[in-house]
């Protein structure tokens, strides 16, 4: 694990590893392919959920799974953990849940005399947090540091984590009994928000058929290395991205904060996160640059979450992603741009 100590001025790498080079794009295809079949063979029906999920996790995200208990948001979450050969810790929140049981905490060693630091659940490659809302937001806030810089800080001292890092999080919605909200500033740091829903007839009559004997989890097998996924995030950074691209994303971000339908648009950070998405959803679908049509289709998942309503929008029925929708129908796309990158492809 790469540690890291703060100074009197800057904080100091003690080790810093090369970063690897980019997958070649037969492989990456084909790692991609064999990590969405091993999670769709669990999953029954929920293939756009499972590439929502493998696209947030190349784009260096976090996810966010919310819905309804029973729908296979905590199944869908350790499926994709357990086809990484990485490490992986899982969180229950509850309402007695401690920000060190999160993060760490420091012990004093009668022996040596000393301080010493004993690593939280949040010391992995891949954490996933179970009903994140059901503890407090104290607790919830724990998780900020961690997701946005990578880094614990304890008693004046942060300790780096291990790379590739990913929380996935699953949560009731909000008017389920004993949850509280997330507060503003969490939600902003999932790059993604997906909703499992219920499966389809077929779906569930496949899944009394392979889940009443064992768990079809158990039965998973990593089909990647944690510097395989390192290697594959890298690809995703080489994927090209036009200006008239970039100028469209930003137009889409401004756009929500400018609608008198929204009280709290997207953040800078969004726009940025829905740009390294659409570059995952690019690389997913074998191309080495981003389409007009990447971004709009990685708007719903990235953006909606972000949204707060006006009171008199809220007041009228309508919904954050309904707003979305029709703000993304409105801002014209980049026509030269886009006409080119499409004769590219």
């Known amino acids: 694990m790469d540690v890291h100590r703060i100074g009197a001025t800057a904080l100091t790498p003690l080790r810093q590893s090369p970063p690897p080079k980019p997958l070649p794009a037969t492989s990456f295809r084909a790692t991609c392919e064999s990590i969405l079949a091993a999670v769709d063979r669990v999953i029954d029906?929920?293939?756009?959920?499972?590439?929502?999920?493998?696209?947030?996790?190349?784009?260096?995200?976090?996810?966010?799974?919310?819905?309804?208990?029973?729908?296979?948001k905590t199944m869908l979450a350790k499926t994709l953990a357990r086809t990484i050969d990485c490490s992986v810790s899982r969180i229950q929140f509850t309402p007695?849940?401690?920000?060190?049981?999160?993060?760490?905490?420091?012990?004093?060693?009668?022996?040596?005399?000393?301080?010493?630091?004993?690593?939280?659940a949040v010391f992995a490659n891949i954490v996933i947090g179970d009903e994140i809302n059901r503890a407090s937001a104290k607790t919830q806030s724990a998780l900020l540091e961690c997701m946005e810089e990578h880094?614990?800080?304890?008693?004046?001292?942060?300790?780096?984590?291990?790379?590739?890092f990913m929380v996935i999080a699953t949560q009731n919605p909000i008017e389920m009994e004993?949850?509280?909200p997330l507060p503003e500033a969490q939600r902003d740091r999932f790059m993604a928000r997906i909703s499992m829903?219920?499966?389809?007839?077929?779906?569930?009559?496949?899944?009394?058929?392979?889940?009443?004997?064992?768990?079809p989890l158990l039965s998973v097998e990593p089909?990647?290395?944690?510097?395989?996924?390192?290697?594959?995030?890298?690809?995703?950074k080489d994927v090209f991205v036009s200006d008239p691209v970039k100028e469209f994303t930003v137009a889409l971000?401004?756009?929500?904060?400018?609608?008198?339908?929204?009280?709290?648009?997207?953040?800078?950070?969004?726009?940025?996160?829905?740009l390294r998405a659409a570059?995952?959803?690019?690389?997913?679908?074998?191309?080495?640059?981003?389409?007009?049509?990447?971004?709009?289709?990685?708007?719903?998942?990235?953006?909606?979450?972000?949204?707060?309503?006006?009171?008199r929008a809220a007041s009228a029925g309508l919904t954050a992603a309904g707003i979305l929708e029709a703000i993304v129908a409105s801002v014209p796309l980049p026509s030269d741009g886009a006409a080119r990158l499409r004769r590219q492809g």
Not at 45 to 72: C, I, N
Not at 225 to 233: F, G, K, Q, T, Y
Not at 254 to 273: C, D, F, M, N
Not at 287 to 310: E, G, K, N, Q, Y
């Open 178 to 180: 004993g949850t509280y």
């Open 279 to 311: 570059k995952a959803r690019a690389a997913l679908d074998g191309r080495d640059f981003v389409l007009p049509d990447d971004i709009a289709a990685m708007a719903p998942a990235v953006l909606t979450h972000r949204l707060i309503l006006d009171r």
């Open 253 to 274: 971000g401004r756009a929500t904060r400018t609608s008198e339908k929204i009280r709290l648009g997207s953040s800078p950070r969004a726009v940025l996160q829905l």
């Open 197 to 215: 829903g219920y499966p389809d007839e077929a779906a569930e009559i496949e899944m009394l058929e392979s889940h009443q004997s064992e768990s």
């Open 151 to 164: 880094q614990v800080t304890v008693d004046g001292t942060s300790y780096g984590l291990s790379e590739p």
């Open 96 to 120: 007695d849940l401690l920000p060190s049981d999160v993060t760490g905490v420091s012990i004093y060693n009668q022996a040596t005399r000393q301080f010493e630091f004993r690593p939280g």
């Open 45 to 72: 029906g929920k293939a756009e959920a499972s590439r929502v999920a493998l696209t947030v996790l190349l784009a260096q995200g976090h996810l966010l799974v919310e819905d309804v208990p029973g729908v296979g």
């Open 223 to 236: 089909v990647a290395e944690a510097s395989d996924l390192l290697a594959m995030i890298e690809t995703v």
